[in-house]
């Protein structure tokens, strides 16, 4: 049976290397199991693992994406590591823990989130540092 995704992955999000791209599925795919949860409005326990996967999962996307800027040898290196770091922290205040106890981002909050950051930073930096790398550089694995 196949469930429709809040998230579902296009053609036009391609970086044009597999590594990365199908790291950022990924990453769709968590966001999509996250906006599941908040949007039904299940139990904290829930929500709580499946945004504590997207979190870790994000960290390793970023750490193994550095690398590869990295080695790859993008003159942007230094400047995507701050935007990941921005992008990561705007994840982290999707969760916030308050006097009352721990409340999570609205379904709209996280749909800003994957939309305006995550997939907006698929498709202008991790695009343009790709297509932008020197030429055997493209080889690069992560
Ligand atoms: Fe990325
Ligand atoms: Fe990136």
Known sequence: MHTPTRFPWKDEYTVGNEFIDSQHRTLLELSDLL??????????????????????????????????????????????????????????DLRQEGEFGVVFCTPNELSNWVEHRLIAHFIEEDQNAYRTLPRPGRKAKG
């Open 35 to 92: 906006h599941v949860a908040v949007n039904a409005g299940q139990g904290y326990r829930i929500i709580q693992n499946a945004y504590a996967a997207l979190v870790k999962y994000t960290q390793e996307h970023f750490q193994a994406e550095e690398r590869f800027w990295g080695s790859a040898k993008s003159k942007s290196a230094e400047q995507h590591r701050a935007v990941h770091r921005t992008i990561a922290a705007e994840l982290a």
